[in-house]
């Protein structure tokens, strides 16, 4: 079956320290996007893409930085700069052009500054 | 701007209504509706487009008004498994409101 993959599940990161969260769609989407969610908040744009090769700053895309390399791949890197101690990111994608099926979100990746 | 969903949160009993509102100040072409259940990720509920048109989801149903940049997302006879946050959100500014956190009690 179709879907995206995020890894780590949970992540503890050390203050100064950058870390790279994976996600991985195999569902032929074009657009992929990185969400943030802070406990009992909603979810908040940080960065976006629509093409390969091409991305776009969310709302909170400070002490954030992404690639996007393949179509199947867009990897969110978590720098130091990021004070916040405890999130939830999410990734998720959309077909471009087909509307009815909205985004696909993957299953999150909890971080926490140890 | 992110659009405005009300109320912020509600508690029912099963088998009990609900009405979630979503309002936004830029101009709506479609919407679409996500069920959060905790520590999930969202699901896709439905997207309504342009028309004043409803859909459906077991029964949970959705308005559109264009016009008035306002949708409403019906929950009816509602189940256990109704349970969670709802987002909403314009379907082509990627932005979602901040969610209206549903609680079904037996």
């Known amino acids: 079956d179709g879907g995206i993959t995020q890894s780590p599940k949970y992540l503890f990161r050390k203050e100064g320290q950058n870390v790279t969260l994976s996600c991985e769609q195999n569902?032929?989407?074009?657009?992929m996007y990185w969400y943030r969610q802070d406990p009992g908040q909603g979810l908040r744009l940080i960065y976006y893409?629509?093409?390969?090769?091409?991305?776009q700053k969310g709302d909170i895309a400070e002490g954030y930085s992404v690639s996007r390399e393949k179509k199947e791949s867009f990897p969110l890197t978590v720098t130091s700069a990021q004070k916040n101690p405890t999130a939830f990111y999410l990734c998720?994608?959309?077909?471009?052009?087909?509307?009815?099926?909205?985004?696909?979100f993957g299953s999150g990746t909890r971080s926490t500054v140890v | 701007q992110q659009p405005v969903q009300s109320p912020q949160a509600v508690i029912l009993r099963e088998g009990e209504d609900a009405v979630i509102n979503c309002s936004s100040s830029?101009?709506?072409?479609?919407v679409h509706w996500y069920r959060q259940k905790h520590g999930e990720a969202p699901v896709f509920l439905m997207i309504?487009?342009?028309?004043?048109e409803q859909k459906g989801h077991e029964k949970i149903s959705a308005s559109f008004n264009e016009k008035k940049q306002q949708s409403s997302l019906y929950l009816t006879a509602s189940q256990l498994s109704y349970s969670g946050t709802y987002f909403c959100?314009?379907?082509?500014?990627?932005?979602f409101g901040a969610g209206t956190r549903l609680t079904v009690k037996p």
């Open positions: 998720a994608s959309m077909k471009t052009g087909i509307l009815r099926y909205g985004y696909t």
């Open positions: 569902l032929n989407h074009d657009a």
């Open positions: 893409s629509q093409i390969v090769n091409d991305f």
């Open positions: 830029k101009a709506l072409y479609s």
């Open positions: 309504l487009l342009k028309g004043g």
């Open positions: 959100g314009p379907f082509n500014d990627m932005r």
